[in-house]
């Protein structure tokens, strides 16, 4: 066996151990999700993006959507006396794209996810901004009302999950509509003046969370495309996988690798002993998301993806 196989395997038997240890209900019954990046929260999304995500144990999700309901608010404030001052706004409000993220892992392994954590699919309906997406910045629904794609996707992801399995309203099919139309007005990458949201989201990303690029704006267009059997898209589409085709390996069998990696990003919140969350704490790495994130590695799940939707759009010609 190869033996980049082999190191990957055995990082996912680490995660997947974690996820069945004491360790981990005890990490998620201080937090849901805190601390980045080494918390179930992290684990448990690495191993749906990479399709492992019937790997995660029954009890570790159970115990997460009992920490989720039990801590989090059911709103996304607005303006300040919206909340008691006491609330620490870092652990107890969720933004937008950690819902979406999550929410997609939840109902991936529970069709009766929404009679369990009832209060996120309507919050996707809520805050969805006159443009068509969603921002996690408070500022912008008190003033610019202008959405951020990177804070939109996840949850675009989870409603286009919800729809493939059939069970949208039509409040929720006009989101979507809504969703895809933002997309296709940026261009997946560019702002509406023309220049490029951000240099970065020309750079793959894996795994992703909420970080958003090129391939996953193509993504979710197929997807789109599918589900409404439209060709509105299609433009677009074709644009996006034009810039993929540069990235692809010259190879019999063509593979994308990592270009840009967040674990920059190295600090955390981490519990301090009298018990409150510090944020500027070193941040930990466990071996399955270095093996994956490193910078120039072919990345089969990224290749994967293009693929499934190059097959998706050709066949829907």
């Not at 120039?296 to 799940?301: A, D, K, L, Q, Y």
Request: net charge negative; proline share 5%; hydrophobic share 35%.
């Amino acid at each position: 066996m190869n033996e980049s196989l082999m190191d990957l395997e055995k990082c996912i038997e680490n995660s997947v151990n974690y996820l069945n240890s004491e360790a981990a209900i005890q990490s998620i019954e201080r937090d849901a999700y805190w601390p980045k990046w080494d918390s179930p929260w992290w684990h448990m999304s690495t191993l749906f993006e990479m399709g492992q995500v019937n790997l995660i144990p029954e009890e570790v999700i159970d115990k997460l959507i009992h920490q989720m309901n039990a801590q989090y608010l059911r709103f996304f404030p607005i303006y300040e006396d919206e909340v008691d001052p006491e609330i620490n706004p870092y652990t107890k409000i969720p933004c937008h794209c950690q819902l979406g993220n999550m929410y997609q892992i939840l109902r991936s392994l529970r069709s009766d996810i929404d009679t369990q954590i009832t209060w996120i699919r309507p919050w996707f309906l809520k805050y969805q901004l006159p443009d068509g997406g969603l921002n996690c910045e408070d500022e912008a629904y008190r003033h610019s009302k202008k959405s951020s794609i990177a804070s939109s996707l996840p949850v675009f992801e989870a409603m286009m999950l919800c729809a493939e399995q059939g069970s949208l309203s039509e409040a929720e099919d006009l989101f979507l509509d809504r969703a895809a139309n933002y997309v296709i007005d940026h261009h997946l990458i560019y702002k509406t003046t023309g220049e490029l949201m951000d240099s970065d989201f020309l750079m793959l990303q894996f795994p992703r969370y909420y970080s958003y690029d090129l391939l996953r704006g193509l993504t979710f267009l197929v997807r789109w495309k599918a589900y409404r059997k439209t060709n509105a898209a299609d433009n677009v589409i074709r644009e996006g996988f034009d810039l993929l085709q540069e990235k692809l390996s010259k190879e019999e069998q063509p593979q994308l690798r990592v270009e840009r990696s967040d674990l920059s990003k190295t600090r955390t919140r981490n519990l301090l002993s009298n018990g409150e969350w510090h944020y500027g704490e070193p941040a930990d790495f466990y071996p399955l998301l270095k093996e994956l994130n490193t910078v120039g590695r072919v990345s089969p799940f990224l290749t994967r993806e293009y693929n499934r939707a190059k097959e998706q759009f050709e066949s829907l010609k």
